[in-house]
């Protein structure tokens, strides 16, 4: 167990590194993760949200109650900021149909579960960090399919009842199931959630390798244009959050928080949903693929920094 532990903390340290790693060997050598079967996205996103349920506490929604302020910004933020600025670049680079979808797809979901880790590296309100990615997952299953229809309804049919549906059957209920284990095996599920960063990586891990690898070809056909899109997504996001606290004169540690939550999104939802729902356009799950890599290195990077920051 000690031995799985310390893999656990190697893994969830170096996530970014190691996604990255195997992003670059499925865009290079896609054999190496052909084998992942894109229709297993939906299983392994499954696995990461149950790992979240077993994390969670009622404790951890006391900040809802406690701080509803802080929490309504930071949602209101997360669904107004990420969604109208993958309109706006989707717009301003002149993306294709199959490209756009993608792009507002990565920015109409919640936000990820690897932003409350960035948030405790970055000395931020871990807290807030938690209440604000629960509640946002919450009401992903109306906000994105709504939102997702308003953005990129025009450029491409979008099905809002069948993505209500995934979401909830994706990350409702195994988040669900994880909380109700955890309440009801406390003692069990504590000594789980040690090991749980291993897990949630190797899934993150084995979405990102099966994505990357099954679209290799076409990234590489647009990869200056997405990656930098993606990459100007993150950064305003980060960016526009942290000014929004700031404005709000909110403290440093709750200004990290909505920042990063801003900024960081559940993207492999946006790439399973892609690949669910817009099969039909084979570069749709293609910025979810490329968010998933990056958001965690340029999350790590931030953290760094934010932890500098003091007030």
């Not at 060997?25 to 299983?43: E, Q, S």
Request: proline residues 4%; charged residues 10%; glycine residues 8%.
């Amino acid at each position: 167990m000690k031995a799985l532990e310390k893999l656990s903390n190697f893994a969830g340290k170096y996530m970014g590194a190691i996604v990255l790693l195997v992003a670059a060997v499925a865009l290079f050598y896609p054999p190496a993760f052909l084998w992942i079967k894109t229709n297993y996205i939906n299983t392994l996103l499954g696995v990461v949200m149950f790992g979240m349920g077993l994390t969670l506490k009622l404790e951890d929604f006391k900040v809802v109650f406690s701080h509803p302020k802080e929490v309504l910004i930071g949602c209101l933020a997360q669904f107004t900021i990420m969604p109208l600025l993958a309109f706006a670049l989707s717009r301003a680079f002149n993306l294709s149909p199959e490209l756009t979808i993608g792009v507002v797809l990565v920015g109409t979901c919640p936000g990820g579960t690897s932003s409350n880790v960035m948030t405790y590296l970055s000395g931020g309100d871990v807290a807030l960090s938690v209440g604000m990615t629960g509640v946002s997952t919450l009401l992903a299953p109306f906000l994105t399919p709504l939102l997702t229809y308003l953005l990129a309804g025009q450029a491409v049919d979008v099905d809002m009842v069948s993505m209500f549906l995934s979401i909830i059957k994706v990350i409702i209920v195994p988040i669900a199931l994880g909380f109700i284990i955890n309440k009801l095996f406390a003692d069990t599920t504590e000594k789980l959630v040690k090991v749980l960063p291993l897990v949630s990586v190797t899934s993150i891990v084995c979405i990102a390798g099966s994505v990357v690898s099954a679209n290799s070809a076409r990234i590489l056909e647009t990869s200056f244009l997405i990656i930098g899109v993606v990459i100007v997504h993150n950064l305003c996001g980060y960016l526009l959050g942290f000014m929004i606290g700031k404005a709000l004169k909110l403290d440093i540690a709750k200004v990290k928080a909505i920042s990063i939550e801003v900024g960081m999104q559940n993207s492999g939802l946006a790439a399973s949903l892609a690949t669910n729902h817009f099969a039909h356009y084979a570069l749709a799950p293609v910025p979810g693929a490329i968010f998933s890599v990056w958001h965690n290195i340029s999350g790590a990077l931030l953290a760094n920094i934010y932890s500098k920051i003091k007030k």
